[in-house]
């Protein structure tokens, strides 16, 4: 995929599309962006990130990413992924590993039990409940969390723990009610190998095959689409594909949703919640 001008695209850069593969080649690749103007370089960042934050759902403001990348400048922010030398999956792990931190954060604030290293109680569910014992766990259908998510238990009666996302509003509304002392530390135990169920959206201008060629997409990818349905007929002849996948973590998730978005007449592939 070239630029317009014949040169080499940012997408090369891209680790999901797996272009590139040796590390002189990604440097000459960035020299050959940094070469090319700062205000493109900009605008092309811009648009980059505001896709990746909108794709995958995630709750931060692009000042605060630039902080945890030692950004003062937004623009320069902007600037870096322009050229190539910040790339998805690097923002991505900036944002969860941020999110984890402020859940911590809060969590000392509002007295809830935190993490203090305690025995780990290995659950069924490829999860780890921190200082707790034989309880059962359960992935909130509210926000399905897979792994890579930042994530916290919530103590049922007598139903075990569920798991949300952090940034889920029901756990947002615990906080709001003051129910905190019923939540608790968990985290995702590296060790296993499970797939999770993701809902998606795909919205594209409606064509003969598209969602043959998303099937095959997906199944390239080793990964079982467990629903599907399409909805066509819709304004400015678009359709919109609403799927559930079972995924393995984010990493598999990003992969797939870039893949989708580089299909013919897609509009935007994306993380659903709920």
Not at 228 to 257: F, H, P, S, W, Y
Request: glycine content about 8%; charged content about 25%; aromatic content about 4%.
């Amino acid at each position: 995929i070239a630029a317009k001008r014949g040169g080499p695209s940012r997408d090369w850069l891209n680790p999901n599309l797996e272009y590139v593969t040796t590390q002189r080649a990604r440097t000459k690749i960035r020299t050959w962006l940094r070469k090319q103007g700062r205000e493109e370089n900009i605008q092309r960042g811009r648009q980059m990130l505001d896709k990746e934050m909108h794709r995958l759902s995630v709750g931060m403001t692009v000042e605060g990413l630039a902080k945890l990348f030692n950004f003062d400048k937004i623009d320069d922010f902007y600037a870096a992924i322009g050229y190539g030398d910040i790339n998805s999956q690097q923002i991505a792990q900036r944002v969860f590993d941020q999110e984890r931190r402020e859940q911590e954060r809060l969590a000392a604030q509002n007295g809830i039990l935190i993490n203090t290293r305690p025995r780990s109680t290995d659950t069924s569910g490829g999860l780890m409940v921190q200082g707790v014992e034989g309880l059962l766990t359960q992935l909130g259908r509210c926000c399905n969390p897979i792994p890579g998510d930042p994530i916290t238990g919530y103590v049922t009666k007598g139903r075990g723990v569920t798991i949300h996302r952090t940034d889920c509003p029901n756990v947002s509304n615990i906080v709001r009610r003051g129910d905190t002392q019923r939540l608790i530390d968990v985290q995702w135990a590296t060790e296993r190998s499970e797939t999770y169920p993701v809902k998606i959206q795909i919205s594209a201008y409606d064509r003969s095959g598209l969602m043959r060629d998303v099937a095959i997409l997906v199944a390239d990818e080793h990964i079982n689409m467990i629903s599907v349905e399409a909805l066509t007929g819709q304004k400015n002849n678009l359709a919109l594909i609403n799927a559930t996948l079972e995924i393995e973590d984010v990493v598999q998730l990003m992969r797939v949703l870039t893949k989708i978005d580089r299909l013919p007449n897609i509009v935007e592939a994306r993380r659903s919640l709920g």
